[in-house]
Nanobody, 114 residues
Framework: QVHLVESGGGLVQPGGSLRLSCVVSRNIISILAMGWYRQAPGKQRELVAT???????NYADSVKGGFTISKDNAKNTLYLQMNSLKPEDTGVYYC????????WGQGTQVTVSS
């Protein structure tokens, strides 16, 4: 069983930045792909960024150029740097393993509003 704990969300004005973190309970991010998901109000959860075991990244078109996914294998921690935030980036952000979905964590709320 893998436990995922997200943090770093908050209220930010349009154009602002946030850095999300996800601590993984087991030492797996060095060997498995990880991803960040978000669920906007009234919408289904969507995958917005992934990183492979060897560090290759991929982004949804909606966040490309503004978000950067990274990880620290030694700390079992996944990150999402979010810049130039827009109101449509509002939602609850989760991390998980795209190829073998684990029990979802509590997520972290991101609200972009003036």
């Amino acid at each position: 069983q893998v436990h995922l704990v997200e943090s770093g969300g908050g209220l930010v004005q349009p154009g602002g930045s946030l850095r999300l973190s996800c601590v993984v309970s087991r030492n797996i991010i060095s060997i498995l792909a990880m991803g960040w998901y978000r669920q906007a109000p009234g919408k289904q959860r969507e995958l917005v960024a992934t990183i492979t075991s060897d560090g290759r990244t991929n982004y949804a078109d909606s966040v490309k150029g503004g978000f950067t996914i990274s990880k620290d294998n030694a700390k079992n921690t996944l990150y999402l740097q979010m810049n130039s935030l827009k109101p449509e980036d509002t939602g609850v952000y989760y991390c998980n393993l795209p190829l073998t979905i684990q029990t979802w964590g509590q997520g972290t709320q991101v609200t972009v509003s003036s």
